[in-house]
């Protein structure tokens, strides 16, 4: 048994130095896969394990203060191999405590003591908060056992406590004086996991999700004017509904075509519901959100998903329908499209609510999304995160790229294939908002942490750089083996936590390629993608790959006649050759050339022919739009400058930075991702910046 013993221990460390010969392995991972809770064909391990919650909570919600007082009935079940000694309880309203860190600036009134706690029991028996069992730092509890949970056990907590919902519209929030959005409300149990144990990252606004699977049953008492939308399913209508509501709400649960199930002739002086308590149920979620208001229309419909109805509901401002009269459509045709094409794996709960009311953007929850507007690629992008990291429950705190960077590529495929009809590669979609962290210090390598990204290069290394990097990794294995590979990745992971090795070893498992070429730089290691012409004798063009990440290089050139030449190389043709040859037909009509102008690039000013100095040499750049452009609504500012005889937009809090060309009447970024236009006609310049890639046009005026 001893050799059998020893045998498997070779095999696992001959195994182990394998992988890490291709590229760097921290040693609480490799602790996982000595463990066998993870495996290296991107499986769940055979010893796979996490721990889980049931939530029984009773709330009731004061609109007028703003208050929630609430108690929670606890089970905590150990999966885990380890008897546990301490429980972490989340606070994440103690954010807002005084002397408390947050990463961003809030509503000076929301500044308070935190959650006030009136009980918390144990097995049954009180707690002395201010005893030596007891620690509360930051967003955390701390609780230290008499007598461990033992593996296979479970424990009983009993917590009630007091909060108010914040008037810092951030994620959650007031939205208005009678409306609101309602998260990290209630005492939540932290995760415990088979990589780094007890997660205690403080809340701070930036990073968001890593929760347990839990179970829920919440019942709310509120005023009979407000009706509430929630995680999970209403459980009481009838008690809670008049006829004519009732009858609105049982016919959209099949309803194909939008229904108002609460519209604005409801919503007249004495509306009121039959009831005030509202109890929903939600099983196999990570969290529990709700939205409440009394003069907001509800609208509704349902979709078909692997034969079960999903009642999708549009909530917003009473007043203006028709303003947001596509969005129910469009979550429809959105979660069509999810279930059966891309990532076509069926929507997994039985309901999804919007609800409008944030400052800008976006937030998801379980079922639930919380947005400024109806616009169609917020809408996709808030339902994709039911994906991840609701289904697959992924360490957003920590590796953020493995669910808003799926979000945002997933948010532009489907938009583009499904609304715009436009199946093209979208690796060219990304300059903009890639290019222009590059190679900087701050572009540090993907598998960093997320926990120490900071506001200039969050957002990059969350969204866009992943999103980039997906959207390499498609053009490498082509639509079939792209999905294959991405369907199986959520089909394994569903209802678990994978980390980035997880991926990494699934796609490889599926396309059975060694996928290192790509990970080690773009994850591992610093660097950036720099191409650039190099000779053109004839018909062959050279180009010069001087940068460490791989890229598709795309050769687009302009004939004398009208006529013109397009090109790609995979990344995986270009990865490791210093310069390689590309043949241009009918070289002696060549006009134009350029590669990679829609592509990150270190250098763009090297990637064309004739350079895009001599194309501007004639070019009068007029002095008047130079200067600092204040964002409405984003609280950031565009600079755009002359610079080596080039004009630049640059977004210093996006991490934008790139190339403008003037065409017509407007100015266009290389990609064509990004226009603007001026307006010079008032007191002060002003600019509309359409950011084609996120479906937005943002408005400026010269500071």
Aim: net charge negative; glycine share 8%.
């Amino acid at each position: 048994m001893r050799k059998v013993f020893a045998l498997i221990t070779l095999i696992l460390c001959v195994s182990l130095m394998a992988q890490e010969k291709r590229f760097f392995m921290p040693k609480e991972m490799q602790k996982a896969y000595k463990n066998g809770t993870r495996s290296y064909d991107g499986m769940p391990g055979k010893n796979y394990w996490h721990n889980t919650v049931d939530y029984d909570i009773i709330a009731s919600v004061d609109p007028e203060t703003r208050s929630i007082n609430g108690a929670s009935i606890i089970k905590y079940q150990n999966n885990s191999p380890d008897d546990l000694s301490a429980i972490v309880v989340r606070l994440y309203n103690d954010v807002y405590k005084k002397g408390n860190t947050r990463l961003t600036t809030i509503d000076e009134r929301d500044v308070n003591d935190g959650i006030t706690l009136n009980m918390v029991q144990v097995r049954g028996d009180s707690i002395d908060l201010e005893g030596s069992s007891v620690t509360r730092s930051g967003t955390n509890l701390f609780l230290r056992l008499d007598e461990p949970v033992k593996s296979g056990e479970s424990i009983e907590l009993a917590i009630n406590w007091e909060t108010v919902i914040p008037y810092t519209n951030r994620r959650t929030g007031v939205a208005d004086s009678t409306s609101f959005f309602v998260a990290y409300w209630y005492p939540q149990i932290a995760v415990y996991d088979d990589v780094f144990g007890w997660d205690t990252q403080n809340y701070t606004f930036r990073t968001e999700f890593y929760n347990n699977l839990a179970n829920f049953s919440v019942e709310f008492s509120a005023p009979e004017s407000f009706t509430i939308w929630a995680t999970g399913v209403l459980q009481n209508p009838g008690d809670v509904f008049n006829n004519d509501i009732l009858d609105r709400y049982n016919t959209a649960l099949t309803a194909t075509e939008p229904l108002d199930i609460i519209g604005g002739d409801d919503l007249k002086d004495g509306f009121e519901h039959k009831s005030g308590t509202w109890k929903f149920k939600a099983d196999e979620v990570p969290d529990f959100a709700f939205a409440m208001s009394d003069h907001y229309d509800w609208n509704a419909a349902s979709q078909k998903v692997n034969g079960e109805d999903v009642l999708i509901s549009s909530v917003y401002p009473t007043g203006n329908p028709q303003a947001f009269a596509a969005m129910t459509p469009n979550q429809q045709k959105t979660m069509k499209h999810f279930s059966e094409d891309i990532p076509g794996v069926p929507y997994p709960y039985p309901r999804f609510t919007t609800f409008i009311g944030l400052g800008g953007g976006g937030m998801e929850f379980p079922m639930m999304a919380y947005n400024g507007g109806p616009g169609l690629g917020v809408t996709v992008h808030e339902m994709f995160h039911m994906y991840f990291p609701m289904y697959v429950r992924v360490n957003e705190r920590r590796f953020a790229w493995m669910d808003e960077g799926w979000a945002d590529y997933v948010t532009s495929l489907v938009t583009n294939r499904f609304f715009q009809n436009d199946s093209s590669d979208l690796f060219t979609n990304y300059k903009g908002s890639v290019g222009g962290m590059q190679g900087q210090y701050e572009d540090l390598p993907l598998f960093s942490s997320s926990q120490f990204m900071d506001g200039t290069n969050y957002g990059y290394s969350a969204y866009s750089l992943p999103a980039f990097i997906y959207s390499v990794l498609h053009q490498h294995l082509g639509d079939e083996m792209f999905f294959k590979a991405y369907k199986e990745y959520i089909n394994r992971w569903a209802k678990k936590s994978p980390i980035p090795f997880d991926f990494f070893y699934t796609f490889e498992d599926v396309s059975g390629q060694d996928l290192s070429w790509l990970w080690k730089p773009w994850f591992f290691e610093f660097g950036a993608p720099d191409v650039k012409i190099g000779e053109l004798k004839k018909d062959k063009l050279t180009i010069i790959n001087s940068g460490s990440r791989p890229v598709p290089v795309k050769v687009d050139v302009n004939y004398n006649d009208g006529t013109d030449f397009s090109t790609t190389l995979s990344s995986k043709d270009i990865y490791g050759k210093k310069e390689f040859e590309v043949t241009i037909p009918e070289y002696k009509k060549i006009e134009t050339i350029a590669v990679n102008a829609s592509v990150p690039d270190l250098d763009d000013t090297n990637n064309f022919f004739p350079s895009l100095q001599e194309r501007m040499a004639s070019v009068n750049i007029p002095e008047s739009i130079l200067g600092t452009y204040a964002i409405a609504n984003f609280n950031i500012n565009a600079i755009l400058e002359k610079e080596d005889g080039l004009v630049k937009v640059k977004v210093p809090a996006a991490g934008m930075n790139m190339v403008v060309l003037p065409k017509e009447d407007k100015w266009q970024s290389l990609d064509g991702q990004v226009i603007i236009v001026f307006d010079e006609s008032g007191d002060k310049t002003s600019m509309n910046m359409e950011l084609k890639q996120f479906g937005v046009t943002v408005q400026g005026t010269k500071e």
